[in-house]
């Protein structure tokens, strides 16, 4: 199991930045990609961007690309998530998320990983 801990979060005025941080602790060489999704109430959870781990690949949701950007750091086992251009219906709460199954090679669906963090808010004002 591969435990996860989510930083950063916290309120921004629409056209502003964020970055977000994750470290991970445990069985951190069973990692085989890392995401960031988001989700509001009522929502279901949210695809956001992934990196595998070992050779840095990062994908993105449609919906982010050129704003955000995810890079990790493996002496550090940190994935970070910088955030740019942020929207108010980007307004969620951001969870970290461990895969360690391989199960696919861009894994974007949330039931492909295993293990999760708490979450960390993200208010965006408008």
């Known amino acids: 199991q591969v435990q996860l801990v989510e930083s950063g979060g916290g309120l921004v005025q629409a056209g502003g930045s964020l970055r977000l941080s994750c470290a991970a602790s445990?069985?951190?060489?069973?990692?085989?990609?890392m995401g960031w999704f988001r989700q509001v109430p009522g929502k279901v959870r949210e695809f956001v961007a992934g990196i595998r781990w070992s050779e840095g690949r990062s994908f993105y949701a449609n919906s982010v690309k050129g704003r955000f950007t995810i890079t990790r750091d493996n002496a550090k086992n940190t994935v970070y998530l910088q955030m740019n251009s942020l929207k108010p219906e980007e307004t969620a709460v951001y969870y970290c998320a461990a895969e360690r199954n391989r199960t696919s090679v861009l894994p974007t669906t949330p039931t492909e990983y295993e293990d999760w963090g708490q979450g960390t808010q993200v208010t965006v004002s408008s």
């Open positions: 445990g069985r951190t060489s069973s990692v085989y990609a």
